[in-house]
């Protein structure tokens, strides 16, 4: 297990996806640029993107010059974006998955993500539109078993090889597994880490054959500052550093290697070069089952999630909200 090759999970027939992704959440374009030449040289071939990122346009731009020069196929990439809350209806799945492929210069993508179970009301291009009274103007008619065939028929139509969802809850889950009749989903995207490590959540899609795949796998220690709060930093939990000094590794590799050795993807973010090369290394070692039992006691249960969009005002007003 531990040759140092990346692993893959099973998405769906044919559809394998590299175990450590790239996250690109919250850089600037060109910060971004950088650090996904960097990514794609150290050897990252699953990047996660998503329409609100606003940045599908400096992903496609370096995305083009490796596949035009010819230092990587198409094929050899896994790109994974998302639909965005403005979109969430079936005639938005069309709108805004055409408007990403655009923007990142492909003519399907591997991944196609619902972004988040609630919606807002379209208004112009702005991803965040506001009621008079200063709170997102949500769209409570959000229908997930309508979205979903809009979903099903981007693979039809060959523009996604395969479909999710993302910050759904397991009834939720439920509901569409139960509703799909031509493709079930085939990833969940959630906050998973040490102290939120999703343990019920985790079974429930296995159980399901739903891969699951970690957002903020290093606690998203940029975010405290939209969130306007500390956030806990999992990076220095002793338990971590310990087993760290034991591997001669960091304690962003044992982060990462104790997810993935749960069987789930993680899509570190990072646009220092140093770092973008120490987070894909994690396939040359191997945690004990000792190792792994001391960092799943480090869970902190609902009491460890960082990120559930009540930033957002107005949003957990909203019937789909799932946290
Ligand atoms: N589906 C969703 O709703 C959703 C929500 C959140 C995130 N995501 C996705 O998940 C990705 C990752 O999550 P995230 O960006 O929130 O957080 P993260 O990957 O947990 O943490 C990123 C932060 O950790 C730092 N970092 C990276 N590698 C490090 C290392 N080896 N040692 C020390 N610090 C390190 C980064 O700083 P430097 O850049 O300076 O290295 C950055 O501040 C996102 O970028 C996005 O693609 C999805």
Known sequence: MADGKQICLDLTEGVKIPALGFGTWQSSDEELEKAIDCALKAGYRHIDTAYAYENEKALGRVLKKW?????????????????????????????????SLDYLQLSYVDLYLVHTPFGYYERGEDLHPMTEEGVIDIDVSTDHNAIWKAMEDQVLAGKARSIGISNF???????????????????????????????????????????????SPLGSRGSSQLLGKELPDVLNNEVVKEIAEKHGKTPAQILLRHIIQRGVA??????????????????????????????????????????????????????????
């Open 67 to 99: 596949i035009d020069s010819g230092k990587i196929k198409r094929e050899d990439l896994f790109i994974v974006t998302k639909l965005p809350e403005i979109g969430n209806r079936p005639s938005g799945v069309v709108k805004y998955l055409q408007r």
């Open 266 to 323: 993680a899509i570190p973010k990072s646009t220092n070069p140093q770092r973008i090369l120490q987070n894909i290394q994690v396939f040359d070692f191997e945690l004990s089952s000792e190792d792994m039992n001391k960092l799943n006691d480090q869970d902190q249960g609902k009491a460890g999630r960082i990120l559930d969009f009540s930033f957002f005002k107005g949003v957990p007003d909203h019937p789909e909200y799932p946290f």
């Open 169 to 215: 809850n397991e009834k939720q889950i439920e509901r569409i597994w139960n509703s799909a009749e031509r493709i079930k989903p085939s990833m969940l995207q959630v906050e998973l880490h040490l102290y939120f490590q999703q343990k019920d959540l985790v079974n429930f899609c296995h159980a399901k054959n739903i891969k699951v795949c970690a957002y």
